[in-house]
């Protein structure tokens, strides 16, 4: 589908593109550092480990239903039972689906429950063997663009593993809550955000190759193949079994809108998946935060950088880690708050006042996803009263402010500023209040199940040529529980717009993937917004497929009349359309966001 994305790199023409005499300054060969090289020999044991696990796991199952059943199945068998081809004829990828179940030990007899678990099984297999087979080959030479595509798909295929992980344990039949027996660890509304996670995680991964050639792809793309078909297909066999589904927005298992406590006054202005201590960190004042590391540059806080404190906080933590990082500007080189870190919460002293900056781009060798200025992966992430900056400036094309993949991920009170590309909301589900976003191209990118309240996004002066787009959101299944929902904010001409604004037209956004979804609502919008509001990819491409829509929008901008046509788009009249995009049902807040403490609304009121 690169023939559709072109335009990621910007919307000028060639000079969008990679200068090649850059890239032949950088092409001498690198190896990957010691460290590199440890977590290469980590993840490879890791995965090895995972496929004996899965195995075992396989067969215990196959085990216990041939003991209960009188039949055994015949040793050679490639016609597909009833369960296997009703299962598969609900998949987008039906013969890829049969092929792989016949291929896994005892799937022929299985019920459809055991498929569920066996599909799941056999996936997490396979991306558990590419991560091995993967990890093995970084002993090749690579220029520093290739390194940084493979490193991307090792750190990616790490998180896929984990995301696969937690739903076969959450799918798995022994999790059923009987005595001496494991609970499941995720609900259906987790399992379908980490199998979208999974899925997601592997696009990001081959688009990191896209612009590449030699050896190093061609193994890799061999180590990959039908992995992002495998997930797909576990989507649709997960998916079919919670039917209650509204244009991909699975609504099974409503949680409640959020409930006044009457011992907490405060109790209706928070979600309930963040905790009374995390509501009170959110909201009281720094000076009266307890925090377990203070990071400051004149050394008089317990380490100088933000890299040494992301270092030293505990791994897998199950209580709020709070590193306070006092006014100044942090310029650290591809700040990271990796997987293994959770539940760390970032506390600045306000925006502008302390920022982290950086300035790569795709124009120093490397990938979109590997330029980011500060990125998150970490389960429970929180920024609050802080800057995230990516200063590479426009002509620098993909330039990331701030990453974000971290599941049940909040950004509070922060500014995000950059050009094209600035904030990447990759993965898993977020929430973002009261920031303020800048930028031009494609400026809040990415899939996750996300929503921004009360915030203030502000498109910027473009170069020559552009046109500024809001987003560029990529679901590639219509299973994946992924899309932008801007709910109540003000969308705005920054000052070195304003002046110039009929001469570079801003657009909502433009479908970067097949099954595009971004929602506005209750929003104000300016008059720099075109009267046609959305703007194409690449000619019809995704029009009929992607999911976009407006609710009760207001401002000289927020009139619909002129609006595109496209088969897609809508004008949202009924409020029971407009609700599966609020916190409370796109991405379940009332279940995780109270904790964090963080002020929202579930549904539609304003």
Known sequence: ????????????????????????????SSAPPPSHKKKIIFLSLLSLVLIVASAVSATLLIGLRTRSSSHSAPLVARKPSRAISKACEKTRY??????????????????????????????????????????????????PHVRAAYEDCLELLDDSVDALSRSLSSVSPSSDGAIGRPQPIGSSEDVVTWLSAALTN?????????????????????????????????????????SDDFAGVPIQNKRRLLETEESDQNADEFPRWLGRKERKLLTMPVSAIQADIIVSHDGNGTYKTISEAVKKAPEYSNRR????????????????????????????????????????SVFDNMTTFHTASFAATGAGFIA???????WAGPAKH???????????AVVYRCNIIGYQDTLYVHSNRQFFRECDIYGTVDFIFGNAAVVFQNCSIYARKPMTLQKNTITAQNRKDPNQNTGISIHACRIMAAGDLA????????????????????????????????????????????LDTLYYGEYMNYGPGGAVGQR????????????????????????YGSSWLPSTGVAFLAGLAV
């Open 1 to 28: 589908m690169k023939t559709q994305e072109y335009g990621r790199l910007g919307q000028s023409g060639p000079s969008g593109h990679y200068d090649q005499s850059q890239l032949a300054t950088s092409a001498s």
């Open 94 to 143: 039906p013969s890829l689906c049969v092929n792989s179940l016949l291929d896994f030990p005892g799937s022929v007899t299985a019920d459809e429950r055991d498929l569920v678990h066996i599909s799941f099984n056999m996936t997490l297999q396979h991306f558990s063997r590419a991560l091995y087979l993967s990890s093995a080959i970084s002993y090749i030479q690579m220029d």
């Open 384 to 390: 609050r009263d802080m800057t995230f900056q990516n």
């Open 564 to 587: 595109v046509n496209w088969p897609g788009y809508r004008v949202i009249t009924s409020t029971t359309e407009a609700s599966k995009f609020t916190v409370a049902e796109f991405i």
């Open 202 to 242: 592997h696009d990001t991964c081959s688009e990191g190759f896209a612009e590449l050639s030699g050896d190093v792809k061609d193994q890799m793309s061999a180590k990959l193949k039908d992995l992002s078909e495998l997930v797909s297909n576990c989507l649709s066999i997960f998916s079919a079994t919670n």
């Open 321 to 360: 880690i709070i590193i306070y990082v006092r006014a100044g500007r942090y310029e650290e080189n591809n700040l990271k708050v990796g997987r293994k870190k959770h539940n760390l919460m970032f506390i600045g002293d306000g925006k502008g006042k302390t920022v982290i900056s950086g300035g790569k």
């Open 499 to 542: 002046p110039v604004k009929t001469t570079f037209p801003t657009y909502l956004g433009r479908p970067w993937k097949l099954y595009s979804r971004v929602v506005v609502m209750l929003s104000n919008i300016g008059d720099h917004v075109h009267p046609r509001g959305w703007l194409e990819w690449n000619t019809t491409f995704a």
């Open 398 to 408: 993909q330039a990331v402010a701030l990453r974000v993949g971290a599941d049940h």
